[in-house]
Structures are given as structure tokens and as C-alpha cells.
């Protein structure tokens, strides 16, 4: 729970007794579950009216992809990703025909012709 050890939960229980004493340490706990609780359902019925009142266009609508981290992954990166997830020029099943954009200039010889199999494109050491 919350990235919590051993020896971390240990010191948090020392520390709540000596700041609540044994004698309010029950009560304590059990205010702090009731808050803690209560505002899980508070969140839960704030997620439930916002998806109500948007309509059925949201239906998929998730709070949490408003983060601006998850905000970007999704709508910002998911071309990249995507990229990364297709198969590279030198795989032997990707065929220009599947990737024309992406695989158009690969396999072009610098005198406009294809390149032969197994045939090594040239090496410019000034680019590098």
C-alpha cells in the first residue's frame, strides 16, 4: 500500500502512538478511515455524475486522461508509438506496398534505382 515497507509501516505506528497515545489511538484510526472513506465515495460519485451529465458521445470518457502526462501520451505520441510498433525497413516481411510512406525512400540507390538484395547503401561519413 502506498509503496510502504515493513519497517516504514512500523515507524508510522510508533509515531501514532507516541503523538496520539494508546488510549486515542483507536479513535483516531477510525476517524481516518471514515475520511478516508468518505472521500473515495465523494470521488467516485463526482467521476459517475460528471460521465452522467456529459452524455453518451463520453461514454469512454476517463478522468484521468485529462493528466497533461497521460494527455500527451494519448493524443500526442500515439502516431509515434504506433511507428515503433510497425515493422522495421530491414524485416523481410514489411514490404514497401504494406508502408509506402514510411518505407518509400529506404530502398532507393543515390542514382534513383532500387537497391539490389543485399546490396549496401552508400556510406557518407560527413552526415554521421
Do not use: C
Amino acid at each position: 500500500m502506498f509503496g510502504l515497507g515493513w519497517p516504514e509501516v512500523l515507524a508510522l505506528v510508533v509515531i501514532a502512538l507516541l503523538v496520539f497515545g494508546p488510549e486515542k489511538l483507536p479513535q483516531a484510526a477510525a476517524q481516518a478511515g471514515r475520511t478516508l472513506r468518505q472521500l473515495r465515495q465523494m470521488a467516485n460519485n463526482a467521476k459517475s455524475d460528471l460521465q452522467d451529465n456529459l452524455g453518451p458521445e463520453f461514454a469512454n470518457f476517463d478522468p484521468t486522461d485529462l493528466h497533461p502526462k497521460n494527455f500527451v501520451r494519448k493524443h500526442l505520441l500515439q502516431d509515434i508509438e504506433d511507428d515503433w510498433n510497425r515493422p522495421a525497413a530491414t524485416d523481410t516481411t514489411a514490404t514497401t506496398s504494406e508502408y509506402p510512406d514510411r518505407y518509400a525512400d529506404s530502398y532507393a540507390s543515390p542514382a534513383g534505382g532500387e537497391l539490389g538484395y543485399g546490396e549496401i547503401p552508400p556510406y557518407d561519413a560527413e552526415a554521421t
